[in-house]
Every structure is written in C-alpha cells, then in structure tokens.
C-alpha cells in the first residue's frame, strides 16, 4: 500500500462537467481502493463523501492582480503563460513542505508541475492527457491574421513545446490519451509514455429513430476556444442552411458559457443554450446526432463518447475523427467539408437504416471503454 500525493488543477469533487475533473476524481478513486491518496488543488467544493484512504484540501484562488504579477513573471522566464494564471502560492508551498512523506506524487496537466520542488527522489507520474502546445499551434493557424489572439496563441504554443518537453525528461511515467499524439513525440520518451482512453461509467440505449426527430446537440466546455468557435460556425453557417429545408431543426448547446457567448448564441433562430445540466438524459429526446464540429482539436474529444456511451450516432469534423483513430475502423461518422457534414445530418435524419447502425455502432464501440476496465492500468505502474 502507497501513499500517494494527487496534485490537481482542479477540484476532482467540484461536480463540474469537465473531462479533466471527470478524469481526476476516477483516477483518485481508483488509486484509494488500494492506497492512501491525498488530494491536493485550487478549492471549489468541499468534498463530500468521506472515504477511508482518500482525503482532500483545497485552496483559495489567487487574486487577478497577482495572477497578472505571474503571468508576466512567466513570460520574463520564457515559460507558458497560462502557468502564471494558474499558479497557486499555497499548493506550491504545501507541495515543497509535505511531499516527502509520499512514495508517489502523481501530478495531473502540466500546469501543476510547476509546483514540483528540485531534486526529489520519489516516484513522479504526470497525467499530461494532451499535447496542448499541439492544440494552440492549431489555434493560432485558425485564427484571422489580424486578430491579437493569433499571434499570443502562436507564442503560448512555442513556450508549451518547451515546456512538455521538460515534463517529459523530468517524469517516470508521463500518460497520454492519443496514439497519434504520442507517435509526435521524440522516440526517446516512448519507454515513459502510458497511452490510455477516456472512459465512461455507465452504457445506456437512449436513442430511438424518428423522423420527427428534431435536435443537433454538442456537448463541452464553450468558454474553450475550439468548442465556442464549432459553436459559433455551426450556428451562422451551417443550422440557416439546413433550416431552410428543416425548419423545425435545433441546435442544442449543453455545458459551462460565457454570460457574453450565452446571449449572442441563444438570439440565433433555432439554438438553444442550455448551460450547465445536471442530467443529461432528459434532454436526449428526439435528438438525430451528436456534433463534434472542431477545426482545432489535440487528444480524444470526450463529447464523442458521451454520445456513443448512449447510442446517439455522432458526426466528427476529420480532425476529431484523426485524434480518435477513427477513420480506419469507421467507428464514428465524419465529414470533410460544410456540405459533406449537412449531407450527412439530413441522412441521419431520414435515413432510419444509417442512422439505426450508426447507434449500434457506437454502443458496440463504447464497451471497452468503461473506466472500470481502463484504469487497471494504474496496477501496473
């Protein structure tokens, strides 16, 4: 039995919708089964369950004005800027005064190993889930040449890149969801590298054909640029397009948003914008597909397997279908272009044979992807 430091950018108990809370709290979860877990992170929610071998202590958010004083701090050091905003004294300080009396600490993204102290011996695993710098390059080449956003995005990127690279020659176990992200990454940190899957808990048939079916739906994050732009695109180019031959056609946004984002979107004809939900069942009536619609995506899109995890069928731009090795096997619809994806959303709609096996499909797919069977591989390191 281990014990075990779990350094976490966020609160693994905060309830949030997000798939690295998601991601913390089983593998915190998983690892108290058998050892002594401490839970350290930027405090939201108090957890409230009591568990035996698990406990947690969380923090109070820095100040903006400080975040501002380390953000700038990080770019004189010529280190990613979003470790300025996301750096925490208190957690750094507990980290450096506790972590020896831990035989692993397990440090989830990159923004917590800024709190690594010098020269530790003990055994370090860094749950880095993406290649983020990977993600921003992405972003920078998305956006217009004269927006600012552009050429930040571009820098973050290359201050990223230097900084997995010292993430990677620094851990002893670094874990990766995408094969394709890992073939990217030098050969000399392949021996170190764990590729596993995002998972999900439960498998239920949810979707049932009609032509009277009437919602697209798209379920994230939309305060993060990739979602929030496929929101935007779909909703000015793609919805008014197939409204005019489906009128009474939707667009369903579910997850966390801007108040700004919330207004603009929500006064488009046909989108609604449902925020943060509890449940999710009870807004997967009549619904003919799931969307992943990113033109900017790195690792695996975890919207794609809340679909398949309720049989509902599911269109992928090419990008997401690449990051989820999709494309060989078929497991996942995708388009190559704007009227490829509104060809194949009518087809979904009509088509009760497409559609019938596109679900069938997905909870075939989605079986070997429950986290009760992923995260036994935390046994083996």
């Given amino acids: 039995m281990k014990k075990i430091l779990f350094v976490s950018n966020r609160n693994p108990f905060s309830g949030r919708y997000s798939g690295d809370v998601i991601r913390a709290k089983k593998i915190v979860n998983y690892l108290s089964k058998n050892n002594f877990v401490k839970v350290v992170s930027i405090n939201e929610s108090n957890i409230k369950k009591k568990y035996s071998r698990l406990s947690y202590q969380g923090f109070r958010n820095e100040n903006l004005l400080f975040k501002i004083f380390k953000i700038i701090l990080s770019l004189i050091n010529f280190k990613p800027m979003q470790l300025g905003y996301f750096f925490s004294s208190k957690i750094k300080d507990y980290v450096k005064d506790n972590y020896y009396k831990y035989d692993i600490l397990f440090f989830q993204s990159f923004r917590t190993v800024q709190y690594l102290p010098n020269n530790v011996n ?47 020659s620094t851990f002893h176990k670094i874990l990766l969801h995408s094969k394709k992200e890992i073939k990217i990454t030098k050969k000399s940190y392949h021996k170190k590298i764990i590729q596993y899957p995002f998972g999900v808990d439960q498998i239920k048939k949810k979707y049932k054909f009609s032509k009277k079916n009437y919602k697209i739906i798209f379920i994230g994050n939309i305060r993060y640029i990739p979602n929030k732009k496929a929101c935007y695109d779909f909703s ?57 619609n990113l033109d900017i995506s790195s690792g695996i899109q975890t919207k794609l397997l809340t679909y398949m995890s309720f049989g509902i069928p599911s269109i992928s731009s090419r990008q997401v279908a690449k990051n989820f090795d999709a494309i060989k096997n078929s497991k996942i619809i995708y388009y190559k272009n704007n009227q490829e994806l509104i060809t194949k959303i009518i087809k979904l709609k009509n088509n009760k044979n497409f559609s019938i096996s596109a679900s069938k499909r997905s909870l075939i797919n989605i079986k070997r992807l429950r986290w009760e069977n992923i995260l036994s591989f935390l046994d083996k390191i």
């Avoid at 003990?122 to 998305?142: E, G, R």
């Avoid at 956006?143 to 990677?168: M, Q, R, T, V």
């Avoid at 979107?265 to 009870?282: R, T, Y």
């Fill in 122 to 168: 003990n055994k370090k695993i860094l749950d880095m889930a993406d290649l983020v710098s990977a993600n921003y390059n992405q972003t920078s080449k998305q956006l217009f040449f004269l927006n600012p956003a552009k050429l930040i995005y571009f820098f973050e990127s290359l201050l990223l890149k230097k900084y997995e690279d010292y993430c990677f």
């Fill in 236 to 292: 000015n180019k793609i919805l008014p397009l197939i409204n005019k031959k489906y009128p009474d056609i939707e667009f369903h946004i579910i997850g966390e948003i801007a108040k700004f984002d919330k207004l603009v979107l929500k006064n488009k004809k046909n989108v609604k914008v449902l925020g943060q939900i509890n449940k999710l069942e009870p807004y997967l009536e009549k619904v003919i597909c799931g969307l992943a």
